[in-house]
């Protein structure tokens, strides 16, 4: 970019006045004045006088200079190196794996009990996909941690919000659900007696219930034949539509029906709360394996003067928030920051913009504007995306930060009475009018646009290809071929 900009400069300190026009005009959209001539010729000279030249930096490599800069502040080491992501990976996989060696041993009793949950749930390879999936987000993962005080905190917020005894286990929700004074054991008895005397599937459900009911001390082992005569799929799925069928006279009175209807509401209650006990279980566990991991991850780092790629954010985030030193901090960047370029807005993480919120706060204070800093150059902040457009997936982005963010600076410029203006991307320079009239057209209703554009109202394309031609073909889904029966000694 540095170059670009060179370039464009020069050309213009000796390019011809009707060229010199010609770019200015494309630039600006209006025909510039002798004022924005010459001034254009001047730029090229200015910028060769800039001490050190100009200084455009990715937001990582600002980061990794800022951290260099207040090193102690950052809490890393001086003399830090930056680990490229196979050393990173390798050294991550290393402390998994001594985390899971302690797992083996009689002090690792807690990390060995974490490890049975999380292994009961998902097999090897997944295993390996949801530590590095939260590993990958341990920005948030320690935020959380440190929010409420510790993995036991943690268990405690999220146990509330289940609606669970954070102290309870699954197997003491199933002893309370099969106690006698938990549901109405004598009129259960009565309807399921009426249903052995009934057609086939009332017998077939009836005798379920009687064993269950006569299986005093092993009912909590019996639970998931119990739940199969009031719900589909073994159990697991939808409540029966007709729990009784038979013209028995009890059950013409429809006693037994409320009876069971009674029961099934109460055993729906009942999988739900074993549901949100192995929720969090499940969470509480992995959770616990990746702060081990982390903190294995971290300590070897420190104690090698490493950083990995996360660390060039998570580090600076975390300084720029510091009570006591992060005013002092943003004080000294205050003269050597003035513009902000956010390129690809929609596939920035909330690390990053966590990152761009605290570097910009003194952009919109009071006049936003540094002692020597003159009432024509003002700082600014450029943002360009498309939340359509966003990868996911890619360094953990997220669209609604991207709408967030706009409405931030939106009302931070507003409030500082700074010029502000949100222009919609409309215009496609790679498709043509057929393709983007279809493409229109399949999301003109709300539930297309469902997930799509976050509230936003919906733009429809302008091409600049303009009269050029265009197809779009509907094909019918691929169906997966069939695949011939491998022999195992055929090449």
Not at 139 to 166: K, N, Q, S
Not at 425 to 449: E, I, K, N, P
């Amino acid at each position: 970019m540095n170059t670009r900009i060179a370039r464009t400069l020069m050309r213009w300190a000796t390019e011809a006045e009707a060229k010199l026009d010609c770019d200015l005009g494309d630039l600006l959209g209006r025909e510039p004045d002798e004022a924005t001539r010459e001034r254009a010729r001047q730029l090229f000279a200015a910028v060769l006088d800039v001490p050190g030249g100009m200084k455009i930096q990715t937001i990582h490599a600002f980061c990794q200079s800022l951290l260099g800069r207040f090193p102690i502040e950052a809490e890393v080491a001086p003399h830090f190196q930056l680990l490229d992501e196979l050393s990173a990976r390798e050294r991550l996989r290393a402390s998994q794996e001594r985390v899971l060696a302690r797992a083996g041993n009689p002090e690792g009793a807690t990390l060995a009990a974490a490890l049975d949950v999380v292994t009961g749930h998902v097999g090897e390879e997944a295993f390996a996909e949801v530590l590095a999936a939260l590993i990958r987000e341990r920005g948030r993962l320690l935020r959380l941690l440190a929010h409420f005080g510790g993995a036991d905190g943690l268990r405690r917020a999220l146990a509330e919000r289940l609606g669970v005894d954070p102290k309870a286990s699954a197997e003491d929700i199933l002893e309370a659900a099969c106690a006698d004074d938990a549901f109405d054991a004598a009129g259960l008895r009565r309807a399921a007696d009426a249903l052995v005397r009934g057609g086939k599937n009332d017998q077939s459900m009836g005798q379920a219930i009687v064993a269950w009911l006569e299986a005093r001390e092993s009912r909590p082992a019996r639970w998931r034949a119990y739940l199969e005569a009031f719900f589909t799929e073994k159990g697991e799925g939808a409540q029966r539509r007709r729990l009784a069928t038979n013209a028995d006279d009890f059950l013409q009175r429809g006693e037994a029906r409320e009876l069971l209807a009674a029961e099934a509401e109460r055993l729906e209650l009942v999988r739900e709360r074993l549901k949100a006990q192995s929720l969090l279980e499940a969470s509480d566990a992995i959770v616990r394996l990746s702060a081990a991991i982390l903190e294995v991850f971290e300590a070897d780092k420190r104690g090698h003067g490493l950083l990995d790629y996360d660390d060039l954010i998570l580090k600076p985030r975390d300084l720029l928030r510091r009570d006591g030193i992060s005013p002092w901090v943003l004080y000294k960047l205050d003269g050597g920051l003035d513009h902000l370029l956010i390129d690809e807005a929609q596939d920035t993480n909330p690390d990053q913009w966590e990152v761009v919120r605290l570097l910009t706060a003194e952009f919109f204070a009071g006049e936003g504007m540094h002692e020597d800093r003159s009432p024509d150059s003002p700082r600014t902040v450029f943002a360009v995306g498309d939340a359509k457009q966003s990868i996911y997936s890619f360094q953990r982005a997220d669209p609604a930060a991207f709408s967030a963010m706009n409405r931030h600076f939106a009302e931070r410029a507003r409030a500082a009475r700074r010029d502000w203006a949100a222009l919609a991307l409309t215009h496609s320079f790679r498709s043509t009018g057929a393709v983007l009239r279809a493409v229109d057209t399949v999301f003109s209703g709300d539930s297309a646009r469902d997930g799509l554009t976050f509230g936003a109202a919906w733009l429809d394309h302008t091409p600049v290809r303009v009269g050029q031609g265009g197809l779009v073909e509907i094909w019918p889904p691929a169906e997966p071929p069939e695949v011939a029966a491998m022999h195992p000694w055929d090449p």
